[in-house]
């Protein structure tokens, strides 16, 4: 064709381990229609070779399922928290930046160590206990539309983008992040999970529980999978409200 | 089950809005008998300053609670990391600027009292049209003032939005719109009313 053969330029954060000092590499690949940001990540894996020319080390990165189901791959890319599997090199402006989720402690490079959003998920009780020292028999049905509702809440990954997106997620603050209080959402309103609504709810009135939401909404913004966070934590804060009454003048109704 | 910061947070949002909100609206109120002319504005002044037991409704309904809920503001202001950058979007710039204008009152409201209240407790000034006029007939107060009704009128509207949101009144995504596009007007009829009272004493 004659044209001069096209190239994607890459401009990476790295840092060697947690407490290392950070720094900016730059990468140039060839280009390839269809391209990824993980399928050039996997490039320069291949060949860790920098814009400079000079051998460095390949860039260490986290992933798995590559289809934005697992949440692993989640890293800020220009600038805005997101999975590096959906983000098409087409579509975004170049250099392409890529840097890690900070507010996760970073392991090396783009690797992140999101264990506190699942303590987080332990705090909250965001499970539904069935076991029992003997056969409890089937649990109440659920209607079928509230299935259908609850299966959009279901489809959080724990990926990260919310919580990084959070102006109340910081260094500053416990806040668990709205993540965890969604998934409170999810099992209070699953029939047998509801047996326990309580005690998720006095969970999330603890420290660095809901009343640290500000509202500023980036998490619904953000999120991959359009989980309505903002509903839930709005539900949650009425829920909340009865809870705060019937802890304080007690009442027939725990449950 | 420690909840204290699940009081101490709906506790702020509550007196944002009773007393403190509450109170904003009916000072504005008095305020606007400025454009009636100076008799007007002296007789409504004059009338709120001798309520009775003035002195604990000034604590009760105002001293105490805006202290709270500035301190423990600046508290909430100075542990969000904000980032409206990359995260432009219409909610978080509210976010941003909720807290930009709290801090801003916190100064505005505590010069303001001092200026005012202050100086009519020691003695040293009469709280009547006069006081008002003199204050405001330095450009650079008057635009300290035009700046301090505005962000009073925003930080109370955009406020009420979130007080709403934080008691679980609004909750669907379309109940959260609507109540933005309510306290849109709040913000806008609010600042008439108080930019109309400034331009009254000059």
Sequence with gaps: ?255 | MDNREFLLRRLHSLLGVIPIGLFLVQHLFINHFATQGVEAFNAASHFMANLPFVIFLEIFVIYLPIMYHAFYGLYIAFTSKNNPGHYSYMRNMLFVAQRYTGVFLVVFIAWHVFETRFQVAIGAAEADFNMMANILDNPWMFAFYVVGVLAATFHFANGLWSFLVTWGITQSEKAQRYSTYFTLLVFLVLSIIGIRALLAFV
């Design chain 1, 1 to 255: 064709m004659g044209e001069a053969a096209k190239t994607v330029i890459f401009e990476i954060e790295r840092r060697d381990s947690t407490e290392s000092e950070t720094y900016f590499e730059k990468f140039e690949l060839s280009y390839r229609a269809n391209m990824n940001v993980i399928s050039a990540l996997m490039e320069i894996r291949r060949n860790p070779v920098n814009m400079e020319g000079k051998k460095t080390t390949p860039v260490n990165w986290d992933m798995n399922c590559l289809e934005e189901v697992c949440g692993a791959c989640s890293m800020i890319i220009n600038g805005k928290a997101r999975q590096s599997c959906t983000a098409l090199v087409d579509q975004l402006e170049q250099p392409i930046r890529l840097q890690p989720m900070k507010t996760f402690p970073v392991v090396r490079d783009l690797v992140v160590d999101r264990s506190r959003m699942f303590d987080s998920l332990k705090k909250v009780k965001a499970w539904v206990p069935i076991d029992g020292t003997h056969d409890l028999g089937e649990g109440p049905r659920m209607p079928e539309r509230k299935r259908q509702w609850a299966y959009e809440l279901s489809k959080c990954m724990t990926c990260g983008v919310c919580l990084e997106a959070c102006p109340n997620v910081n260094d500053k603050s416990d806040f668990i992040g709205p993540a965890a209080l969604s998934q409170v959402r999810l099992m209070n309103a699953h029939p047998t999970g509801s047996m326990n609504r309580d005690e998720r709810l006095n969970a999330i009135m603890g420290e660095g529980g809901l009343a640290s939401c500000g509202n500023s909404q980036n998490c619904v913004e953000s999120c991959p999978k359009g989980i309505p966070l903002t509903t839930s934590i709005a539900a949650l804060n009425r829920e909340t409200t009865v809870q705060m009454f019937r802890n304080f003048f007690g009442s027939d109704h725990a449950v």
